[in-house]
């Protein structure tokens, strides 16, 4: 006798869910914050089964917050064990350094090459672009956090129930 997975009966424990992902994920959404559970990776060896999901806090303006569940059901159908691992998204996207200095070195070529033309003032025009270029980009940086933290609706802090629902659905949905 060997431990089995019923994805479809996983699947339905999730009432108002949409197939997402090539039908590879469902997501949900509980309040306004949205969750994505992809169908899990089954190895059965005879003597046990493991189930690997991932699921993720789809988060608006930053990276998703990521869990990683590894279940692990001996033949009867009994859990053994259970592994995760979390990964929080970043609190939203930011301009990197690197495109500022690629920025700023442009502006300062293009003053550069009409230094002749414009009697000098070309450089003073780029290096003045380049100071309120790297204010503006400076001043986004920091916005672009705080805006993050500022709409976060406690989705975040529900997505530990996310996955302990995931848990028990999956406990679900094995059978001997």
């Known amino acids: ?24 994920a469902i997501e949900y ?31 608006g303006g930053a990276t998703d917050d990521h869990v990683g569940l590894s279940l692990v059901f001996d033949s009867s159908a009994v859990l053994q064990s259970v592994a995760y691992s979390w990964e929080a998204g970043n609190d939203g996207y930011t301009i990197p350094r690197t495109l500022v200095v690629a920025i700023d070195t442009g502006i300062e070529v293009v003053g550069g090459l009409g230094a002749v033309e414009t009697g ?9 672009a380049v100071v309120i270029f790297d204010t503006c980009a400076f001043v986004y940086n920091q916005i672009a956090s705080h805006m993050v933290k500022w709409t976060d609706n406690g989705g975040r802090f529900y997505f530990l129930p996310v996955v302990g629902h995931c848990i028990n659905r999956l406990g679900s949905s094995v059978s001997a």
């Open 1 to 24: 006798m060997a431990a089995t997975f019923d994805l479809d009966h996983f699947i339905s424990l999730f009432p108002g869910a949409s197939v997402h992902k090539d039908g590879t």
């Open 29 to 59: 959404t509980v309040e306004d914050s949205t969750y994505r559970i992809y169908n899990p990776d089954e190895s059965n060896d005879g003597t046990s089964l493991t189930l690997d999901v991932k699921l993720d806090h789809v988060r």
């Open 120 to 128: 000098g003032a070309s450089v003073v025009a780029a290096q003045a």
